[in-house]
Structure formats: structure tokens, C-alpha cells
């Protein structure tokens, strides 16, 4: 960001998007800023105990964040977050598809120039 950038406080998904999959009791979430210029800031932001934060209400125990700055994007890892998987857990969204909603959901402070408006995505 530069110095005369107008600072916004959006919920992520104004500035990023999120490919989610389950594997048992562990989800994985990749986030891609749709503006490559955000990865640097985001990765300021989203750090591996804001995301175990946001999941701790459904119980994760840890979270690693695996940084792929060409593509640009994060790839989260986040243990004992799904009931005990798709086969084990009562719940009716077992899987980590819809998850990946929580984190899209923080609030993150962004260049007003990165943010895609609501009627703009997809």
C-alpha cells in the first residue's frame, strides 16, 4: 500500500476469494487476493492465531498457513475444526466447503483500490 491509499475495513471476502476441502477433521482453505498487490498486507493480517481464533468456536486445536506468494495466495490447514469429518459428525455441512465462509468473514484493513465492490463479485 502506499502512503496517500485510502485505508478501508472490508470483510475479506471484498478482497479475496477462497477454495475450501475437507480431509477427516481437517479443513483446508486457500485464500487468493483477487488484487496481487494485497498479498503482502493480507499476509500481515491473516496470521495463523487470527484463523485459529476465528475457528475456535468450532473446536480447531491448530493452524498452519503455508504462504505461495506467486500465485498469490495462503493455504490454511486447520486441525479438529469439522466434528470429526463428514463420516463422524451429526452436523448436516460436515464438510469444509462452507467453512471457508469463516474466514472470508474477517475484517481486514486494506487499500480502498483492492476492494471489489458487492455487485462486482461473483
Known amino acids: 500500500m502506499t502512503n496517500t491509499a485510502r485505508i478501508e ?5 471484498s478482497v479475496a476469494h477462497a477454495r475450501a476441502g475437507d480431509k ?3 479443513l483446508n ?5 483477487y488484487n ?7 499476509s500481515q493480517q491473516l496470521t495463523p492465531e ?3 481464533q476465528a475457528y ?3 473446536g480447531a486445536t491448530s493452524v498452519n498457513r503455508y504462504d ?9 490447514v486447520i486441525d479438529n475444526v469439522l466434528e470429526g469429518g463428514v463420516n463422524g459428525s451429526l452436523n ?15 475484517t481486514v484493513k486494506v487499500s480502498a483500490d483492492w476492494v471489489k465492490s458487492n455487485s462486482s463479485i461473483q
Open 9 to 13: 475495513c472490508v470483510p475479506l471476502h
Open 68 to 76: 505461495l506468494p506467486l500465485l498469490p495466495a495462503f493455504n490454511f
Open 36 to 42: 496481487p498487490q494485497a498479498f503482502a498486507t493480507l
Open 56 to 58: 475456535a468456536h468450532r
Open 92 to 106: 448436516l455441512d460436515g464438510h469444509g466447503k462452507s467453512n471457508s465462509f469463516i474466514l472470508l468473514g474477517l
Open 50 to 52: 487470527r484463523v485459529l
Open 24 to 26: 477427516g477433521n481437517r
Open 29 to 33: 482453505v486457500c485464500v487468493m487476493p
